[in-house]
């Protein structure tokens, strides 16, 4: 990723203000070099910014870069008890090291990774073929949604007659599209597009510009939501959402940008274990007071 990364111009420009283990260190930065090479070609996946070298440092390997030479090893193993001075990682560990390795010592027990997906409403044209669109289609099917509504209702407002004929006769066929259909032509993967056309797309992405609901389903902001062990499962979490995490169920009221991070999610104990029915006996001042878990009390992370 880093090699492949070297000739885009927006990484050049973070490197000049930013060496290159600090950008790994910092979730931010790595986050965005990351993205940069998918904004740009619209990939399927991304492989998250590092260096192979990143884990030698909380094992207590310090090491660093030298301009024109590469990566110098402060402490190079060399022998047995270089081995056996190696640390182990505990909670001790500087935050950005343990953090950055693993929120557990084992996957054993891990419960569950939360992981943010923004908004996105570029939606891409990629793996269509352009060459047989019109030329007002070729410039309609690459823009992302509100510029694709501004650039519609200026053709219909104020294009001539046969652009305004274009735009109504457009977003006619593409509301009177079903609804699978629209979410198999946005979502499907570059390969499987082949079997489209690239004005299906673009009525796709035009139809979604009058169906809200289903506009918030396939770019509005949502959690993945991956949970491990016996019940392991992957799911998307939206306001309304239910989650099975060990003994308790959650609900998802809501999914907001701000708070102590860059999205507040908003959780509420859908269901709680009560052994013997005390829950519906203790009064809930008592509860409170014990600071036991209760039913649709609110949890924001």
């Known amino acids: ?35 940069q090479p998918v904004r740009k070609f619209g990939f399927d996946a991304a492989i998250l910014f590092s260096d192979l070298l990143v884990p030698l440092e909380p094992l207590g390997i310090p090491f660093s870069f030298a301009q024109g030479e590469g990566p110098r090893i402060e402490n190079p193993i060399r022998s047995r008890n270089d081995v056996d001075r190696l640390r182990r990682l505990s909670s001790d560990v500087p935050a950005w090291s343990w953090k950055g390795l693993s929120l557990v010592e084992s996957s054993k027990s891990a419960v569950v990774m939360l992981t943010v997906q923004e908004d996105s409403v570029a939606l891409p044209p990629t793996g269509f073929t352009l060459e047989g669109l019109d030329r007002t289609s070729s410039a309609l099917i690459v823009l992302p949604l509100p510029a694709l509504r501004k650039k519609l209702e200026a053709l219909a407002r104020e294009g001539n007659k046969d652009e305004q004929i274009y735009a109504l006769n457009l977003e006619y066929v593409s509301k009177d599209m079903e609804e699978p259909r629209v979410e198999r032509l946005l979502t499907c993967s570059p390969a499987e597009r082949k079997k489209f056309s690239a004005n299906d797309f673009l009525r796709a992405k035009v139809h979604l510009l009058h169906n809200e609901k289903l506009s918030r389903k396939l770019t509005g902001a949502c959690v993945m939501c991956k949970v491990y062990g016996r019940s392991a499962q992957e799911q998307e979490l939206r306001p309304g959402s239910k989650i099975q995490l060990g ?46 878990r209760r039913r649709h009390e609110r949890v924001v992370r």
């Open 247 to 292: 003994r308790y169920e959650f609900r998802v009221d809501e999914l907001t940008k701000g708070g102590r991070k860059d999205f507040r999610l908003g959780l509420s104990y859908e269901r709680v274990p009560s052994p013997l029915f005390l829950k519906r006996i203790v009064p809930g001042a008592v509860q409170r007071a014990l600071r036991l």
């Open 1 to 35: 990723m880093r090699q492949a990364g070297r000739y885009l111009a927006e990484y050049r420009e973070i490197r000049k203000s930013h060496g290159l283990l600090e950008i790994c260190r910092t979730p931010e930065l790595a986050v965005e070099v990351t993205l």
